[in-house]
């Protein structure tokens, strides 16, 4: 059963300082984590201009 709206997907994200990432100095503002995270999602096609993170990060 899929419990999340028609249109949210949700995908597992490695950020700096945790797991596989550990040896990377850790980040402590969401403008940063944004700024990280947003080129793999735009990679993998998970998030279009129209979506909100995009707008919002650029």
């Known amino acids: 059963m899929n ?3 028609d249109g ?3 995908a ?3 950020l700096p300082g945790r797991e ?3 040896s990377e100095p ?3 503002q ?3 984590v944004v700024e990280d995270v947003l080129p793999w999602v735009r990679e ?3 998030c279009t201009h129209e979506g909100w993170a995009c707008q919002w990060a650029g």
């Open 3 to 5: 419990s999340t709206p």
């Open 8 to 10: 949210l997907d949700i």
């Open 12 to 14: 597992p994200v490695g």
């Open 20 to 22: 596989k990432r550990f």
């Open 26 to 28: 850790p980040l402590d």
């Open 30 to 32: 969401v403008a940063d």
């Open 44 to 46: 993998r096609r998970l």
